[in-house]
């Protein structure tokens, strides 16, 4: 019997993985995914629920440091979280981005490390997290910034290579990178509130690791002075939705002041009102 094709989607979004996975082990991808695994870890454990969910990148420990009692970490391919070094406890799950085995609203937090990067609809993934998300849902995502040194350089490279060059891309071919004001209108059509953002990994874009060390100093001073310029960055959204309202962290109305007349002492010690 002849074997099946392949289905085109499918073996392209296997290959974007796998090389994002190769990527990860060289020093800009290690100096990236430690920035990356220092914002998830603020990022995280002030958010609370009972449902947590990491769809892609089980290189990256996003859920250790958040206290729900159910977390998973989901992929469209095998996973294997004791070779990608996973600490946390959490369940594996099999399934597309788009498609998610869940109930509406069912889940309080969902983290996507480059997940609309690798997604084939990237739309219909976020709108996929929507329904997933309670009211007041928090949703985290991580992208790569396509204004950024290192993305100036990846076009860099595939202008060279469209002139014979086989000089390597310096970012993995990861689909096209989504820009933070991009993202950010996505998710107010989608009736999110950004609550947070940030920019990171201002060193050059070096594949070296000593010279990404000696540029550390750009972390801070980047951050400070050209914040847009970060070659990732993280932003963290609520689900809000309209004419409802949360008992449990509503704030108490103002008692009204008693309607009883004052009692005033005079210079006599009399009660007067």
Same mark, same amino acid.
């Given at each position: ?88 406890? =959490? ?140 070659? =990732? ?38 009660? =007067?009102?």
């Amino acid at each position: 019997m002849e074997a099946e094709p392949l289905n085109p989607l499918a073996s392209r979004a296997q290959s974007q993985h796998e090389a994002l996975r190769r990527w990860l082990n060289t020093a800009p991808g290690r100096y990236l995914l430690a920035w990356e695994q220092q914002c998830m870890d603020l990022a995280v454990p002030d958010l609370f629920g009972f449902h947590a969910l990491q769809l892609g990148l089980p290189e990256l420990d996003a859920l250790r440091m958040n206290r729900m009692p159910h977390r998973w970490c989901a992929s469209d391919e095998p996973l294997d979280l004791h070779s990608a070094g996973r600490r946390a406890a =959490v369940v594996t799950l099999h399934c597309e981005s788009d498609a998610l085995p869940f109930a509406n609203a069912s889940l309080d937090l969902v983290v996507l490390p480059h997940a609309l990067e690798l997604a084939s609809d990237p739309h219909r993934t976020l709108r996929e997290v929507e329904r997933v998300l309670v009211p007041e849902g928090r949703v985290v995502i991580l992208g790569f910034n396509p204004w950024s040194l290192w993305a100036l350089r990846q076009r860099l490279g595939r202008w060279r290579r469209r002139l014979g060059s086989r000089a390597p891309l310096f970012l993995p071919p990861s689909g096209e990178p989504i820009g933070y004001w991009r993202l950010r209108d996505w998710l107010r059509l989608l009736s999110f509130e950004v609550e947070a953002g940030r920019f990171g990994c201002f060193a050059p874009p070096l594949w070296r690791r000593r010279w990404l060390q000696r540029f550390a100093w750009m972390e801070d001073r980047g951050d400070r002075w050209w914040p847009v310029f970060g070659a =990732v960055y993280l932003v963290v959204a609520v689900k809000r939705v309209r004419g409802m309202r949360l008992v449990g962290l509503a704030r108490r109305e103002r008692v009204k002041a008693s309607t009883a007349p004052a009692v005033v002492a005079n210079k006599e010690g009399l009660e =007067v009102e």
